[in-house]
């Protein structure tokens, strides 16, 4: 079955400097990748959307790459804020299934 | 634009009880989804719908029931809450299937069962 991996250990980033997260997933590539962000006693909030012949996508701050040769997505914020401070989830579909990874919890410290 | 609402946003419960925790969405759309998330497990599917009066298991859906006679409501229940479903549950929305499927989510219900 798929497995999406990101990492567990909260990233701690200096403000100003890009963040960088990593999703990485087993067996088939996805058609669309998702990001989203989940901040405390709330929803995940849809970021951005890459599709499997897609390279790279952007949305003023923030970036998404997809390699699907190294099962690889990552999503990028630069000039990194302290409000940028979140969980960021990646989310995998394929056929109207979707399922998302645990989250990697981002701190930016001014 | 209300969106999607999920309630109560907090529940506490004791074991065998039967709760139910409402979805309703005023999108009109099609799909909806029902959520746990844990620590350690991140959001796992426990059932979904497609339309009025079609629903369909997810990854964990014993101990659950669903139902969607109307569009905009997708009702979970619990009909003898355990411990090990205390959690924080969120529902989801989607306009279709096929595409892009992005997922606009409720704000959650935190149920904790004693």
């Known amino acids: 079955s798929q497995k999406i991996e990101q990492n567990s250990e909260a990233l701690n980033i200096q403000e100003g400097k890009t963040a960088t997260l990593t999703c990485n997933y087993t067996?088939?590539?996805?058609?669309?990748l998702q990001w989203y962000r989940q901040d405390p006693g709330r929803g995940p909030v849809f970021l951005l959307l890459i599709r499997e012949n897609e390279k790279e996508k952007r949305k003023e701050r923030l970036k998404v790459t997809f390699d699907t040769t190294l099962k690889q997505s990552l999503f990028h914020i630069t000039a990194s804020q302290p409000a940028d401070s979140a969980t960021y989830l990646c989310?995998?579909?394929?056929?109207?299934?979707?399922?998302f990874g645990k989250g990697t919890r981002l701190h930016i410290l001014p | 634009d209300a969106g999607i609402t999920q309630s109560p946003r907090y529940k506490i419960t004791e074991t065998g009880r039967q709760v139910t925790l409402m979805c309703h969405q005023t999108w009109s759309h099609s799909y909806m989804f029902w959520y746990r998330q844990d620590l350690g497990h991140g959001l796992r599917l426990i059932y979904y719908s497609a339309a009025a009066d079609i629903t369909d298991k997810g990854e964990v859906p014993d101990g659950y029931v669903v139902s969607r006679s109307k569009t905009e409501n997708f009702p979970l229940t619990l009909e003898s809450a355990t411990r090990s479903q205390t959690s924080v549950y969120f529902c989801?929305?989607?306009?279709?299937?096929?595409?892009?499927?992005?997922?606009?989510f409720g704000a959650g219900t935190r149920l904790s069962v004693l």
């Open positions: 067996n088939y590539s996805p058609a669309y």
């Open positions: 989801a929305s989607i306009p279709q299937g096929g595409g892009s499927n992005i997922q606009y």
């Open positions: 989310a995998l579909e394929r056929d109207d299934k979707i399922i």
